[in-house]
């Protein structure tokens, strides 16, 4: 997988998150990460296809999610992270990110298309039977740490080993 097919989600989330006035702080260090099952109390897993096929995922813990759906709802309610509203909210902020990103890939000749965001509640939760690698990126925000895990490869099928190159990234 190119390290460089993850700035455009590190775009799409900073642009979306600072709509939705939630502001990033600055992207703690990527690595590389492998497993089938979820690390944080809240994540959303997106398909995308096309030119690349993979997934991202987005990832917190229940209390960032509940703020950032406060912040996202304009409300100030602090409802529980399982809370229908709160769910549905995350869930629309990843389809958000993502379909964000998907425009800034067709813009370097990667048209894709994404499937509907599906919302996976607790920890240790198997996402596929097999384990498989990402690139992740976590961004510091106001309202806590969302973890951007990348696993794409190009549509010919050739699947790289994920590596983290130095300089590759856009931190902007």
Do not use: H
Request: charged fraction near 20%; aromatic fraction near 4%.
């Amino acid at each position: 997988m190119d390290v460089r097919w993850v700035n455009p989600f590190m775009e799409g989330a900073r642009d979306v998150m600072t709509a939705l006035g939630v502001t990033v702080a600055d992207w703690g260090d990527l690595s590389v990460e492998e497993g089938a099952l979820t690390s944080r109390d809240v994540t959303v897993l997106l398909g995308v296809g096309g030119a690349l096929g993979g997934a991202v995922l987005l990832a917190t813990d229940g209390e960032t999610v509940v703020r950032m759906a406060a912040a996202m709802i304009g409300d100030g309610v602090m409802r529980p992270y399982d809370d229908e509203l709160v769910v549905s909210a995350i869930s629309e902020f990843g389809n958000m990110l993502v379909g964000r990103a998907s425009v800034l890939l067709e813009e370097q000749s990667f048209v894709c298309t994404i499937t509907p965001p599906a919302v996976i509640i607790g920890r240790s939760v198997a996402i596929t039977i097999r384990p498989f690698r990402r690139l992740t990126l976590p961004a510091n925000t106001d309202v806590g740490t969302v973890w951007l895990s990348v696993a794409l490869k190009a549509a010919s099928g050739k699947e790289a080993t994920p590596s983290v190159r130095e300089g590759a990234l856009e931190r902007g």
